[in-house]
């Protein structure tokens, strides 16, 4: 009876530790999907960024003397 007693505990073990690896697995995906919106976003910031700094530095620098 010890052994059929370990056989079950073994498997109801294995289910459980199917059931975090599935909860694991979804926060995982969860996660990655907000990295690739904070990549993007960054992106879109650093363009942006690129794009305003010759404006900006143009309206800082005094007027050029000729």
């Given amino acids: 009876m010890t052994t059929l007693g370990d056989v079950l505990k073994g498997i109801r073990e ?3 530790l199917s059931e975090r690896v599935e ?3 979804k926060k995982v995906d969860q996660m990655d999907a907000r990295a690739r919106d904070l990549i993007e976003r960054l992106v879109r910031l650093e363009t942006f960024v690129d794009f305003v700094r010759p404006a900006i530095t143009r309206r800082t620098l005094p007027p050029a003397s000729n």
């Fill in 14 to 16: 294995t289910i459980v």
């Fill in 23 to 25: 909860q694991l697995t």
